[in-house]
């Protein structure tokens, strides 16, 4: 048997042996490593020797020594040559890197046999007109890029499991036998298209957006009483509405930026900045990832040290866009000062600069500065005897609406982190970091759904119908790069929907407060980068009495019923499809019967231990 490190020679020398391949080598194995060994010595804010390794360009043009790197040629690349264990200079100092990191480094330079494509930004495009749907610019742009790299993607999936798919997706919850019988047998021609815009439709669809968008803008928070004070206090209901309503996503920003509820629909916009209790910088940090796509805490002290583009004014400048902003004791409005405010921010070189309200599409909201102390005084509110008195100049409305009109940046967070959502991975990779560094996948992809979005007045429903009538959704798994989507992604189910998912293999109604919350606190990740099993998320598994009390025949109504049934094959057959939607293979359906037929003496206690192991298992925890 070959080692692990024979193996991932062969597997490096394989896959990246052209001048196309040494640009994904280098965003999905070089750049990552050389940000951890090198860039803090060697990128945008400290460059020794001259050297910068933070791009292919920086990394070709050299430093005050000379070239680093000669195409093709690692042999003859100092590049390569200073991480030998004996060599002087080594590279990084104080540090060895393993074999596995140097021969990613050299089967990069090797493969490139040119200078690698140019790792930037794709230039915004003009939406073509010949794709008239979202569905149609997905299959077509993706289609072709399978076409170019020679890839061949995964088969359809059978009705079945894209009907759970879609359930799980749309209004988080597995179908019932019913729901998804009377889809596997209706007679409608474009029944895919009929179940979409029912579910689109419903109300379970307005709290399932609600879920995912409350845990993306506010996260889970530290403790229960985060969940209630939200739901308490209008926050939910504001989020659900937004998505009932199919209200346009900009103004939805827009108004839990400016948080001054306007009608009873909106009344819990004020949340989003109460929550954060006056904390100006974590309402910046917040604020990024959804007008920006991208985050920007690593700019508060300095440029950020890898985004060259993210610059410590703009992290400033968004902390002074709410810094006027102060919560109101004894209830949940959002006052603003009409005057004061005004910071400066200091660099690394000591330099002291201006803090001004300015977005990364390099537009700014323009304000004078006062030659001295300001006066709070009447005149400078529009009515200066309401509740909450409204500035005649409003940092935080100016901001968004700069933030939430005519920037591009917007859109592109929300396509690329619903798509995130919907097919496992963004087409930026993390979903929330969306800098020039990460380059999109199908950047022309992007930038058509982007502009599309803005196009059609931010149309949340239309973009996510398109996603999930695509056949880029509706393939099987794949063995492919996960970023070609030539086949669908694992991805692990949020809690909410294994809570409402259990209750209906159960036999029971989709919620149940107690047991959604229970499972939140043992699974609290919603789309993670990267899902890790957890010993807690295993315990609660093997041991949760909230499972226990779930399946307990007295309670269940999947277990009683089966329970009834003397045949043991049609039993283990009904527990299947429960649980799983489908009929058990042989295999399956001869272990099980193994295990019931040991325990006959006590039947309902035999399936209720047959649903807890189906219940639990990867194939029912994973999105089919």
């Known amino acids: 048997m070959k080692s692990s490190l024979t193996f991932l020679l062969i597997f490096v020398a394989t896959r990246f042996a052209s001048g196309e391949d040494a640009s994904i080598l280098w ?8 940000d951890v060994a090198c860039v803090k010595c060697h990128g945008p804010i400290e460059q020794k020797s001259g050297l910068e390794l933070d791009t292919p360009e920086a990394v070709l043009r050299g430093g005050d020594e000379g070239e680093v790197l000669v195409p093709g040629k690692p042999e003859e690349s100092p590049l390569y040559l200073y991480l030998a264990e004996d060599s002087d200079p080594h590279m990084p100092p104080k540090k060895q890197l393993g074999e596995e990191e140097r021969e990613v480094v050299r ?4 493969a490139m046999g040119a200078p690698p494509a140019k790792v930037e930004e794709s230039p915004t495009v003009t939406v073509p007109v010949a794709f008239d749907s979202v569905t149609e610019a997905m299959d077509t742009l993706i289609s072709e890029s399978w076409d170019r790299r020679d890839v061949t993607p995964a088969p359809l999936v059978d009705d079945r499991t894209w009907c759970r798919r879609v359930y799980l997706d749309l209004i988080g919850r597995i179908p019932t036998v019913d729901e998804l019988e009377a889809f596997l047998f209706s007679p409608e021609a474009s029944k895919r298209v009929a179940l979409v815009d029912q579910l689109l439709q419903s109300e379970a669809y307005a709290v399932r957006m609600r879920e995912l968008w409350d845990t993306f803008l ?20 504001f989020l659900e509405n937004a998505f009932r309503e199919n209200r346009p996503w900009n103004e939805t920003v827009r108004d839990f930026l400016v948080a001054r509820p306007d009608s009873p629909d909106n009344k819990g916009a004020s949340w989003f900045l109460y929550e954060r209790r006056d904390q100006h910088q974590s309402i910046a ?33 968004l902390v002074a866009a709410f810094n006027r902003s102060k919560n109101i004791k004894g209830s949940t409005d959002v006052s603003e000062s009409a005057v004061g405010g005004f910071i400066n921010f200091t660099n ?11 977005l990364m599409n390099g537009r700014t909201v323009d304000e004078t500065w006062p030659a001295g102390e300001e006066q709070d005084t009447d005149d400078k509110y529009l009515d200066p005897s309401a509740k909450v008195r409204v500035p005649r100049f409003s940092r935080r409305e100016a901001f968004a609406d700069a933030a939430t009109h005519d920037n591009p940046l917007l859109a592109r967070a929300f396509v690329n982190r619903m798509w995130a959502a919907l097919l496992g991975r963004g ?61 669908t992604l694992e991805r692990s189910m949020s809690a909410e929907q294994i809570a409402r998912s259990w209750r209906v293999a159960a036999g029971l109604s989709p919620d149940d407060d107690t047991l959604r919350r229970a499972v939140i606190a043992a699974i609290p990740e919603v789309l993670p980068d990267e899902y890790n099993a957890t010993f807690q998320q295993a315990q609660f598994l093997a041991g949760s009495p909230e499972l226990a009390e779930l ?30 939607g489908r009929w058990p293979d042989e295999e399956e359906l001869a272990r099980a019967g193994e295990f019931l037929r040991e325990r006959s003496a006590q039947p309902a206690e035999a399936v209720r231990d047959l649903l807890w192991a189906l219940m639990t298992s990867a194939e029912f925890l994973t999105m089919p």
Not at 27 to 34: D, G, S
Not at 107 to 110: H, L, Q, S
Not at 552 to 577: G, H, K, M
């Open 285 to 317: 940090e917040a604020v990024a990832p959804v007008v920006y796509g991208a985050r920007v805490d690593c700019a508060q002290c300095h440029d950020h040290p890898l985004a060259r583009e993210i610059k410590q004014g703009h992290y400033w400048g």
């Open 427 to 487: 087409l930026v990779h993390p979903a929330i970091d969306m800098t020039k560094r990460n380059v999109p996948s199908h950047p022309e992809l992007l930038d058509w759904l982007a502009a599309d979005f803005a196009s059609h007045q931010y149309d949340v429903r239309r973009l996510i119908r398109g996603i999930v009538l695509s056949q880029v959704y509706a393939l099987g798994p794949s063995e492919v790069a996960p970023d070609l989507f030539a086949g």
């Open 348 to 358: 690394l070189e000591k330099e002291s600069q201006p803090a001004v309200i300015m």
């Open 107 to 110: 089967a990069w330079i090797k």
């Open 218 to 237: 506010m996260g889970r928070g530290k403790r229960q009483n985060h969940e209630d004070r939200r739901k308490e206090n209008g926050w939910w209901a």
């Open 27 to 34: 965003v999905e194995k070089v750049q990552p490593l050389f």
């Open 551 to 580: 399946i307990d025949p007295s309670n269940a109504t999947t277990v009683a019923r089966l329970a009834t049934l003397d045949d043991i094959p049609t039993q283990i057959r009904e527990a299947f499809l429960a649980v799983y």
